[in-house]
């Protein structure tokens, strides 16, 4: 009698070992993807590698923007702008707005407080960004005009969508 | 710039508002189309539906102001809670005068200063628009605005001060673009509401339209549209403007935001490409003021 009910205990007690290893696994991969990892302790290089890294998703949008407006660019640049907007976009709520660089803490941030405020929804946003840009790199991938412009119109509207409620632009 | 998107034939999910290519005055039979299209230029659903999940046009949407937080009204054509049981010429009334059928005067945050400049026609489509919607009741919320502001009794003194009705007055020179362009900018899309700075009593100061606002919605700095080659848009090129208008992006390849790319996506991006270009005709020709 003894002998059998240990045989629920040892597996009870692989299965309780189990799950909590896997609730471990499940915990460290959810405080990595919530953890920040800023690009640099100092909050002024922060801000600083935050405007490159926007400029930079600018400037490739511009480019896309000649090919989809048939002004002179081409699907080459197109690929290339997308490749730029994927890894910048995935920098931007891991590494490039960890707390206290907003309006008000450093000079000429444009940063509202409400991304730390509603920090689930900018990420949710940011989020938005990297699969408009995943899918404009596909588009720009398979070369079809049409399906480019389009995609590029979803990363536009990621990126005005997150600029409405996150950021304030100095005059 | 003709339209990108029509020498491609995308409609993009932005553009595809089922706008008609021509002025909404000759844009068909169906006066609920034609409304629609004054909807759009007007962007009458941002300040009257509370959030994307909220139900359309059924107002709550706050609108925080130097004067206090006013909440848009319900326009649904519910009877009791919306505008249901309005006569043409009572829809005409507020938007015009600013007056709601019992004779009350509006705050200004509704721009029926801007508004007053809209066509008969144009203001019966949109009612006529307004009318097919779903009704929704949900009753108006009171606005949150501080004395003297929130003295109602003072708004007729307001309306005589600074409401100037009677329609756009014709300038000679101008061409019917140009015209069309005012229009969309003065009167429908009422542009100046924002990118205006107000005076003590909150109402346009005309000398600097469009030259931009230090203190917008939010509290917020607007920027300076007019032709302004410093300060505004005036070194832009009219397809530049045009396209901003229609996906949101400026010519440096940012794209905007604080309440503009909103704007971009319920309003200007479901107008027709002519009339984008009107509107970036139009502002090339305002004088930078302030």
């Known amino acids: ?171 | 710039m003709a339209s990108w998107l029509l020498r491609l034939g995308v409609p993009l999910a932005l553009a595809a508002g089922g706008a008609a290519p021509s002025l909404a005055q000759t844009a068909g039979e169906d006066p609920v189309k034609r409304g629609e299209y004054i909807f759009n230029a007007a962007g009458c659903l941002g300040c009257h539906t509370e959030s994307k999940e909220a139900p359309r046009l059924a107002g709550g949407r706050a609108l925080k102001t130097p004067f206090g937080t006013f909440y848009g009204p319900n326009i649904t054509p519910d009877p009791d809670t919306g505008i249901g049981g309005w006569t043409d010429e009572d829809f005409i009334r507020a938007l015009r005068e600013g007056r709601s059928p019992d004779g009350t005067a509006y705050f200004p945050v509704f721009p029926y200063t801007s508004f007053t400049h809209l066509t008969d026609q144009d203001l019966r489509d949109l009612k006529a628009y307004l009318d097919a919607q779903p009704a929704v009741s949900k009753p108006n919320r009171p606005h949150d605005v501080s004395p003297p502001f929130g003295w109602r009794f003072l708004l007729p003194a307001w309306q005589a001060l600074f409401l100037e009705d009677g329609g756009l007055p014709p300038e000679p020179g101008r061409d019917a673009q140009w015209e069309r362009g005012r229009y969309l900018v003065q009167a429908a899309g009422h542009c100046g509401e924002c990118h205006s700075p107000r005076n003590f009593l909150g109402a346009i100061d005309h000398d600097r339209m469009l030259a931009g606002s230090a203190d917008g919605p939010e509290g917020k700095p607007v920027p300076n549209i007019t032709s302004d080659p410093e300060n505004g848009v005036g070194k832009w090129s009219p397809g530049e403007i045009a396209f901003l208008l229609e996906i949101g992006m400026m010519p440096d390849g940012d794209f905007v935001g604080g309440g503009m790319n909103e704007v971009v996506e319920n309003s200007t991006s479901k107008l027709s490409a002519e009339d984008r270009e009107a509107i970036a005709a139009y502002l090339l020709t305002v004088p930078p003021g302030g």
């Open chain 1, 1 to 171: 009698m003894s002998r059998i009910s240990k045989k629920p205990g040892i597996v009870r007690n692989a299965v309780i070992c189990v799950a909590s290893a896997g609730c471990l696994v499940a915990a460290i991969g959810q405080a990595a993807a919530q953890s920040q990892r800023p690009v640099s302790a100092d909050p002024a290089v922060v801000v600083k590698e935050r405007e490159t890294t926007m400029k930079s998703m600018g400037d490739a949008m511009k480019k896309i923007s000649a090919y989809v407006k048939n002004e002179g660019g081409t699907v080459e640049g197109v690929r290339e702008g997308a490749a730029a907007i994927r890894q910048a976009s995935q920098k931007i709520a891991p590494s490039l707005f960890p707390a206290d660089t907003g309006i008000g803490r450093i000079e000429d941030s444009e940063a509202k407080p409400e991304i730390w405020q509603q920090w689930p929804k900018f990420e949710q946003a940011a989020a938005r960004l990297v699969t408009a840009g995943n899918d404009l790199s596909s588009a720009a991938e398979g070369g079809d005009r049409a399906a480019i412009a389009r995609q590029f119109a979803q990363v536009g509207q990621s990126c005005g969508g997150c600029h409405d409620d996150f950021r304030q632009k100095k005059n």
